[in-house]
């Protein structure tokens, strides 16, 4: 059980272009998503708690325009990266836990690289 | 503020037991957990602690001491393939997972 799915594993876009990454929770309904994003060899920097049916809560530093986190149903949360930069480029991962006790499940990533 | 400390990189024998140690400071303390992460790949869960002791899963363990703020992460019989990262991650309340920046572990024979 607590799978996670995230969509895609990799993509390539060109610089200014806006990319769509996708996470569902497949056995259980997830409230709250996580994104996190992890440069090489750093650890994992929380971006954005996602919550269904409102806005996102953004961390300090990270750009809500840039990058647009819809939670539109208990399954299924989405990132945005909108304008990307090569700077951009990174190990983007969603989560997300069936409750305040239970462990966070995450996604198998996605690799953007921006060119 | 939050700080979650660990080694940032260990070397054992393949066979041998290794004990990754975590120590935090936190406001606030829900539960500690350990993740593993090869290259290129997302975190899986390996084991969480909310209460003081030891909890065993097979080859892996893991122990808490909340007055100390202390966690440590144990492999026995280690493989090749246990060559990764191990995370550790404190939740505070209902705030989202603190991670630590991680222990690179590399197994050799």
């Known amino acids: 059980g607590a799978v996670v799915s995230q969509h895609p594993s990799w993509v390539i876009c060109k610089s200014g272009t806006s990319v769509k990454i996708e996470c569902r929770s497949l056995?259980?309904?997830?409230?709250?998503m996580f994104w996190y994003r992890q440069f090489p060899k750093q650890s994992l920097m929380l971006m954005a708690t996602?919550?269904?049916?409102?806005?996102?809560?953004?961390e300090q530093g990270v750009e809500k325009d840039k990058f647009l986190i819809n939670h539109a149903s208990l399954t299924l949360s989405t990132l945005t990266v909108t304008s990307a930069h090569p700077e951009d480029s990174s190990f983007y991962i969603c989560?997300?836990?069936?409750?305040?006790?239970?462990?966070?499940?995450f996604g198998n990533g996605t690799r953007l690289t921006v060119t | 503020g939050q700080n979650i400390d660990q080694p940032t990189e260990m070397t054992a024998t393949e066979g041998a037991i290794v004990q990754i140690n975590c120590t935090y400071q936190?406001?606030?303390?829900?539960?500690l957990f350990w993740y593993q992460q090869h290259a290129g790949e997302a975190p899986t869960f390996l084991s969480y602690?909310?209460?003081?002791g030891l909890e065993e899963k097979g080859r892996f363990s893991s122990f808490l001491s909340r007055s100390k703020g202390y966690s440590y992460l144990l492999l026995k019989e280690l493989q090749m393939k246990d060559s990764a990262s191990y995370l550790c991650?404190?939740?505070?309340?209902?705030?989202?997972?603190?991670f630590g920046k991680g222990t690179r572990l590399s197994v050799i024979a």
């Open positions: 989560s997300a836990t069936q409750g305040a006790d239970s462990p966070l499940h």
């Open positions: 056995d259980f309904q997830a409230t709250t």
């Open positions: 996602s919550n269904e049916g409102s806005k996102a809560t953004y």
């Open positions: 936190t406001s606030g303390f829900n539960g």
């Open positions: 602690n909310v209460l003081d």
């Open positions: 991650a404190v939740r505070t309340g209902n705030t989202p997972l603190v």
